[in-house]
């Protein structure tokens, strides 16, 4: 277990941060041995009962290769769970879809790859009314399947998701070429849940051939979505002439496209002056590519040109992507990416597990609250009880 290991191995190198030269592996592992630490490990993260014949995860992987929503849709959940057993079985059932989907890009090259598009934008952008006009379009004119994945930032007052997509979707949801699914973050950082990028590989394995990845345009989530998707499209409302102030730069710098929408009737006029301040933005702004130019296009829900306009750009990026190999040379880089935020999930989580932190949490807890520590030092002695420093 290489986390494991890492975890050991810190434990050591805390004897040089908090200057204890006596402090040795017996001391380290007074409470628990190394087997029994281990044995700890695997009860949080690993259950060796499960197979890859295991009867789930053959009756999931069987019905995502056959296109069973419902499948999909249970198994979405699966690779999202906590459970240890579950955990486990979302992992074997990954790897064999993954499987699959190796063969069947060594038969049919790039293009058999899902399309990974990632919109944003601020509430009330019209973020749900475009995303569904885009979906139908390519449905119904592109002949595509396409799965929505919306990370659903959730209220920290009342605990409930935010977007509540599925109802303003009805159109879409309904359309047996499509697929609509929320995940509510759970107060998570940045606002991407950790099953997000195992979600993306099911869609593609149950033959989606686009997936749409919806965020709310609070700032930290874009950025992380930005490095699981291949083309990032910012949504921004008509407006007089400052709306530029109130996005920031580091997700303008993250845009492939930018569409103003809303781009009719009495809107028409300021949607104009709108798309040519962002054009002139983004003059001063490296691209995230060398392979494109981030291109500023406006749409009107009314008017279903101006959405196959949006379409057609997305999948002319696509094809510069792919004859360029920008697009494989990108999601090696996302796979490392992602391979070390699942690490650092971990890590915390394991930190969060741990029965001396738990035991002692709530009193520095309170402790900070009323200023009797500082946070920083809060946190010192909560790592103290992690590597066992008394």
């Not at 009867?55 to 459970?83: E, F, Y």
């Not at 009342?158 to 309904?174: C, E, I, K, P, Y």
Request: charged letters at 25%; glycine letters at 8%; a positive charge.
């Amino acid at each position: 277990m290489r986390l494991f290991q890492f975890y050991t191995q810190t434990r050591a190198f805390a004897t040089i941060r908090y200057n204890r030269p006596t402090f040795t592996t017996d001391l380290l592992m007074k409470k628990l041995s190394y087997e029994d630490q281990k044995d700890e490990y695997k009860k949080l993260f690993y259950d060796k009962t499960i197979t890859k014949d295991d009867p789930v995860v053959k009756s999931l992987t069987n019905g995502i290769l056959n296109g069973d929503r419902s499948a999909l849709a249970r198994a979405i959940t699966l690779v999202s769970s906590k459970h240890v057993t579950k955990r486990t079985q979302g992992n074997f059932l990954i790897n064999e879809i993954l499987k699959k989907e190796r063969e069947k890009f060594l038969k049919d090259g790039e293009k058999s790859l899902i399309f990974r598009i990632a919109i944003s934008g601020a509430p009330g952008v019209g973020k749900s009314s475009f995303i569904e006009t885009l979906g139908d379009d390519l449905t119904n004119n592109a002949k595509l399947k396409v799965a929505v994945l919306t990370v659903d930032p959730t209220s920290a007052i009342s605990g409930g998701s935010v977007l509540g997509d599925l109802t303003r979707m009805q159109n879409l949801s309904r359309n047996p070429m499509a697929y609509i699914r929320q995940s509510p973050t759970s107060g998570s950082l940045g606002g991407v849940t950790r099953g997000l990028h195992e979600s993306i590989i099911l869609c593609e394995g149950a033959g989606y051939n686009v997936v749409i990845i919806e965020t709310v345009g609070v700032g930290q989530s874009e950025i992380a979505v930005a490095d699981m998707c291949d083309l990032f499209c910012l949504l921004v409302a008509p407006s007089q002439g400052d709306e530029l102030q109130g996005i920031k730069r580091g997700i303008m710098e993250q845009s492939d496209i930018v569409v103003v929408t809303k781009s009719d009737g009495a809107l028409e006029g300021p949607s104009r002056i709108t798309a040519a301040e962002h054009v002139s933005a983004l003059k001063f702004m490296k691209p995230r590519t060398e392979v494109w130019k981030p291109r500023v296009l406006r749409s009107s829900v009314h008017h279903p040109e101006t959405i196959k306009k949006v379409r057609e750009t997305m999948f002319e990026y696509r094809d510069i992507s792919i004859k360029t190999g920008h697009m494989i040379v990108r999601r090696d880089e996302q796979l490392l990416t992602w391979m070390w935020n699942h690490v650092k999930d971990e890590i915390v989580y394991l930190f969060q597990k741990h029965p001396d932190v738990q035991r002692v949490a709530g009193e520095i807890e309170r402790k900070v609250r009323q200023n009797d520590v500082t946070p920083g030092f809060g946190a010192e002695l909560l790592l103290r009880k992690f590597f066992g420093i008394e």
